[in-house]
C-alpha cells in the first residue's frame, strides 16, 4: 500500500465504531489493536527468521533472542481471530489476552494498553469490536511489508484525524505537527543529546526531536527520550507511538508534572536535560499554586504564578529541568503570558533580567484544537550567544500561516 491508500484504510478502522463509540473515544479502541497486531506480525517474522538459522524445532530460550517483544502462547493474533469466530465475550477475551501481553514484557509494555473497558458493551458493542478485530486482520503489518516510516505516518495521521474529527476532547493531547516541527528545528537536538517534554501527550515532539536528529544524518542511539503525562490513555498512546517510530530508548511516566514531577536523582532533586520542550494545557486552573513557593524543588524562580493561570509554572518547571550549560528550552504559550497582570509581572522580570529568554515567536490564530487564540513559542538558552546577551528577540508571524480545513498551518 501507499501512504494514502494505507491512512485510507486505518480510518475506515474509526468509522467501523462510529456512533455507538463517541468521537472522543475512538483512539482508546483503535491504537491499542494497530499496536497488537503490529507486534503479533512482528513476532511471527522473527520467529521464522529463528527458525530459518536453528531450524523448526528452535528452542523458546534460543528463539527469543529473536523477539523484539515476547507473546505469550494463545496472546497471538490468529488466537485473537478465534476467539472472535467463536462470538461470545470477545472484549474480555481481548481483555485477557492483553493483560497477558503486558504481563509477558513488564518492563517494556506495563500498561501500555491503557485502561479500556473491552468487556463494556455499552461503550463498545461486540458486534463492533468483532468488526474492528477483523479489520485489522485484513492487513500483514509485518515490518517486511509496512515499513516503519509507512507505520508512523499512518499513525500520526490518525492522531491529526482523532483532534480534527473531535475538536477539544482529543485536540487538547495533540499539537499541530507544524508547531512541533518548528519548534524542535529551533532547539537543534543533537546526537548523544538527553531530550525531555514534561507534557508529552502522544510523545509527538520526542518523536520530532528524533527524526530532526536522523534528517541531519545523525544517529540516536546514544540519545535518551524522557515524558511524563497525566492522562493514562495519553500516556499508553505516546509510549506505543516512540515504539512504533523506533524510538526505543524512551521513558514515559505517567503522573501530575507540576505536583509530583517523576524524573529525579537519588537524592531527589529534578533530572536536568538538554532539550525540554512542551506545549503544556493553557491556562490551567487549580494547579497547585498553593504549594508552590514551598516547593521542594525550587521551582518558584521569580514569584509565583496565580491560582488561576499555571502557564509560567510550566516556564519554571522546564527552567529548573535544563542542563546548566548545554540546556535549552521551548515552550508554547498562550500569547496572553506575554502581558497579563499581577503576580505574571514579576516572573517576567525575572525571565528578562536573568537574560534567560532569548527569543519570543507570535504564532497565527486558530492553529490549535480548541481554541482559535494565537499562541507564542518562547524560547530559554541556559548560556546564550555572546552576540544574543542582554538582548530578547521578538518575531512576529502571525501572518505565516496557510489555511487547511478549519484550521491554520
Avoid at 4 to 21: K, T
Avoid at 160 to 167: A, I, L, P
Avoid at 265 to 289: E, I, T
Avoid at 320 to 327: E, I, L, N
Wanted: glycine share 8%; proline share 5%; hydrophobic share 40%.
Amino acid at each position: 500500500m501507499n501512504s494514502e491508500e494505507f491512512e485510507s484504510w486505518l480510518w475506515e478502522s474509526a468509522n467501523i465504531l462510529r456512533g455507538p463509540v463517541d468521537a472522543a473515544n475512538l483512539r482508546d479502541y483503535v491504537f491499542p489493536l494497530l499496536f497488537l497486531k503490529r507486534i503479533s506480525d512482528t513476532w511471527d517474522e522473527e520467529q521464522l527468521s529463528a527458525e530459518a538459522k536453528f531450524g523448526k524445532d528452535v528452542s523458546d530460550a534460543v528463539a527469543a533472542d529473536f523477539h523484539t517483544f515476547q507473546m505469550p502462547k494463545s496472546c497471538h493474533w490468529a488466537d485473537l481471530r478465534k476467539i472472535t469466530a467463536r462470538g461470545e465475550n470477545v472484549g474480555l477475551g481481548l481483555q485477557n489476552l492483553l493483560q497477558k501481553v503486558e504481563a509477558a514484557n513488564p518492563d517494556r509494555l506495563a500498561q501500555i494498553f491503557g485502561n479500556t473497558s473491552w468487556a463494556d458493551r455499552d461503550k463498545i458493542p461486540e458486534d463492533r469490536l468483532i468488526r474492528l478485530i477483523d479489520h485489522f486482520g485484513e492487513r500483514d503489518l509485518r515490518p517486511s511489508k509496512m515499513s516503519d516510516d509507512l507505520l508512523g505516518g499512518g499513525y500520526e495521521y490518525l492522531l491529526k484525524r482523532f483532534s480534527d474529527d473531535s475538536g477539544t476532547s482529543a485536540g487538547q493531547f495533540y499539537t499541530p505537527r507544524s508547531v512541533v516541527r518548528l519548534l524542535t528545528l529551533i532547539l537543534d537536538p543533537q546526537p548523544k543529546e538527553t531530550v525531555y517534554d514534561p507534557a508529552c501527550g502522544s510523545a509527538g515532539m520526542l518523536i520530532y526531536a528524533a527524526n530532526t536528529v536522523k534528517a541531519h544524518g545523525g544517529s540516536v542511539s546514544q540519545m535518551r527520550f524522557y515524558g511524563q503525562e497525566v492522562n493514562q490513555t495519553s500516556t499508553a498512546i505516546g509510549r506505543m507511538n516512540l515504539f512504533i517510530h523506533q524510538v526505543e530508548d524512551a521513558k514515559i511516566l505517567r503522573e501530575d508534572t507540576l505536583n509530583k514531577p517523576l524524573f529525579v536523582d537519588g537524592r531527589g532533586k529534578l533530572d536536568q536535560f538538554d532539550v525540554v520542550l512542551a506545549n503544556p494545557p493553557f491556562s490551567l486552573k487549580d494547579w497547585g499554586s498553593e504549594k508552590w513557593a514551598a516547593d521542594p524543588h525550587k521551582r518558584a524562580v521569580g514569584g509565583v504564578p496565580p491560582k488561576g493561570n499555571g502557564d509560567f509554572a510550566w516556564v519554571q518547571h522546564m527552567l529548573a529541568s535544563m542542563k546548566a550549560k548545554t540546556g535549552r528550552v521551548g515552550v508554547v504559550m498562550s500569547h496572553s503570558v506575554l502581558f497579563r497582570g499581577g503576580q505574571e509581572t514579576q516572573i517576567r522580570q525575572y525571565l528578562i533580567e536573568s537574560d534567560l529568554l532569548e527569543t519570543v515567536i507570535g504564532l497565527a490564530p486558530n492553529l490549535f484544537y480548541g481554541t482559535t487564540i494565537p499562541a507564542a513559542l518562547l524560547i530559554f538558552r541556559a548560556e546564550k550567544f555572546p552576540k544574543n546577551k542582554k538582548h530578547v528577540l521578538f518575531i512576529d508571524a502571525s501572518k505565516r500561516f496557510t489555511k487547511d480545513r478549519n484550521k491554520n498551518i
